[in-house]
């Protein structure tokens, strides 16, 4: 258990840029999304799901981003369009964590979207256990409704996030962390 405390405490995030194309293998994916859907969440609705962008399908989603990027922005440079492309390239796997509420007498969306950054932060964990990096990003396309429903969501789903996941060999810099007094008091 004191390796579970220590695996905690250490985990931070990799930058996509510093992962390579060794990718989860399709056992390892499956742990993952099976983490991802083991997390607290009042109801059972079972609020979000998962989408999955492994190899070509990248590229497909990077067409969708580009081409809302390029309609948004009629003058944009090449450059910048084809970052817009390659947006969710670095990384061998991504997995979109959607936030897909249900109409519940008792349970409020806001618990439902809570519920689905769970699953975000589970699957960036698990993915972390396995020795892969992992990375929850969003960017101006995760609130873009026209990717949004060009990656297959529904008008009353949101992004919770993409998780980039893939191996590194690059040393990982950890960031500075909240100092407990500043943000822990006691009633
Ligand atoms: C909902 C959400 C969206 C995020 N989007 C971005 C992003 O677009 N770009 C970014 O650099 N970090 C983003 N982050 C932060 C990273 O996921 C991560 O927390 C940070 O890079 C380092 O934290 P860690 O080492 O504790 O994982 C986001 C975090 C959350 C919770």
Redesign the pocket.
């Known amino acids: 258990m004191s390796d579970m405390i220590d695996f905690l405490k250490a ?3 990799v ?1 996509p840029r510093d992962m390579n194309g060794n990718a989860p293998t399709e056992s390892e994916l499956e742990t993952i999304l099976t983490i991802g859907a083991r997390v607290p969440d009042h109801g059972k609705l079972a609020p979000w799901r998962f989408i999955v962008f492994q190899g070509e399908a990248r590229d497909r989603a990077g067409a969708v981003i580009a081409d809302v990027f390029t309609k948004r922005n009629p003058d944009a440079a090449a450059d910048d369009i084809a970052r817009a492309r390659a947006s969710l390239t670095e990384a061998p796997l991504v997995i979109a964590v959607v936030s897909s509420p249900k109409t519940h007498p008792k349970v409020p969306p806001w618990e439902q979207q809570l519920s689905a ?1 769970a699953s ?1 932060l589970n699957i ?1 964990t698990a993915a972390t256990a396995l020795g892969y990096g992992a ?5 101006w396309f ?1 609130y873009d409704r026209d990717v949004l429903t060009g990656l297959g969501l529904n008008a009353d789903e949101q992004l ?2 993409f998780v980039h996941i893939g191996k590194s060999d690059k040393p990982n810099e ?2 500075p962390r909240p100092v407990l007094a500043d943000i822990v008091t006691k009633f």
């Open positions: 985990r931070r995030s930058k950054g975000a960036v990375n929850w990003l969003t960017g995760a919770a996030g950890d960031r």
